[in-house]
T-cell receptor, first 116, second 111 residues
């Protein structure tokens, strides 16, 4: 149980393109989803916390107009990287959390974004 | 600096040996979690230990938590080549709150 599906797994696109990444909890309802960014050989950096039906909470230094997050339902959150540039190239990972205490986050398999 | 600091940053061992990695943190926590990440993949949850627990086991994994020292350890016994991965500790300060990850320990198990 507790499967999180993240799609696509890999995106290569030209500079200026907007890219949408989906994160779905397949067998549980996720009241909260998180979006992380990870640089090579580094740890995960939290970008934003997404709650169903409300605006996302962004971490300091993360541009909310650049990284649009929509948590439309209890099983789906999307991250759109708008007008992507080469410096946005990274590994983006989502996770989902059920509404119960002391539960781990369940992670998607990540999206490798490469902007040419 | 990060909430979680892990030590060592990298570890290379032979198959069959034990691997121990440590995590320190700075503030009070609700729980501490350990995750594994294979190269280019997402994170896999290993063990969650609550702030009122001191030790937890899962298969070949043993996690300890010392809240007085604000530290935790992960022990992998009888390691296998398939255990090669990066291991991260993460702390949750309040229920349902965000996780703060440590820098990770890269473990290489040589066959």
């Amino acid at each position: 149980g507790a499967v999180v599906s993240q799609h696509p797994s890999r995106v290569i696109c030209k500079s200026g393109t907007s890219v949408k990444i989906e994160c779905r909890s397949l067998d549980f309802q996720a009241t909260t989803m998180f979006w992380y960014r990870q640089f090579p050989k580094q740890s995960l950096m939290l970008m934003a916390t997404s709650n169903e039906g409300s605006k996302a909470t962004y971490e300091q230094g993360v541009e909310k107009d650049k990284f649009l997050i929509n948590h439309a339902s209890l099983t789906l959150s999307t991250l759109t990287v708008t007008s992507a540039h080469p410096e946005d190239s990274s590994f983006y990972i989502c996770s989902a959390l059920a509404d119960r205490e002391n539960q781990p986050q369940h992670f998607g398999d990540g999206t490798r974004l490469s902007i040419l | 600096s990060q909430q979680g600091e892990e030590d060592p940053q990298a570890l290379s061992i032979q198959e069959g040996e034990n691997a121990t990695m440590n995590c320190s943190y700075k503030t009070s926590i609700n729980n501490l979690q350990w995750y594994r990440q294979n190269s280019g993949r997402g994170l896999v949850h290993l063990i969650l230990i609550r702030s009122n627990e001191r030790e937890k086991h899962s298969g070949r994994l043993r996690v300890t938590l010392d809240t007085s020292k604000k530290s935790s350890s992960l022990l992998i016994t009888a390691s296998r080549a398939a255990d090669t991965a990066s291991y991260f500790c993460a702390t949750e300060k309040a229920a349902g709150n965000k996780l703060t990850f440590g820098g990770g320990t890269r473990v290489l198990v040589k066959p």
